[in-house]
């Protein structure tokens, strides 16, 4: 759960600097990516992909992707590069968080 929401980050994340630079219309938030999903996906379920906290489906991880602009090519490529001090940094992140 952790490594899908580290790579979902760092997707919006390019999409977010994309934005700053760029006058197009750039997917650069949970409501966009809502919105522009072509299928029936609601903010808080986009916000569950990104948080780590629930398990997303395959369905839910793609819709994601592809309404940011990427493919799921994009995806995995930047899931296998993420390493296990990701992934911890990431969970202790979130402890903090709910403390």
């Known amino acids: ?35 522009n999903a072509t299928g029936d996906i609601r903010k808080a379920t986009v916000n569950n992909a990104f948080s780590g ?3 997303s489906s395959m369905v839910t991880i793609i819709l994601i992707v592809e309404s940011m602009g990427f493919t799921m090519s994009d995806f995995g490529e930047i899931y296998n590069d993420i390493k296990d001090e990701q992934i911890l940094k990431f969970q202790q992140d979130i402890l903090k968080q709910q403390s």
């Open 1 to 35: 759960m952790a490594k899908t929401a580290i790579a979902l980050r760092l997707l919006l994340s390019r999409n977010k600097t994309l934005s700053q630079n760029e006058s197009a219309d750039i997917i650069d938030s949970y409501e966009k990516i809502a919105i």
């Open 53 to 55: 906290k629930k398990r």
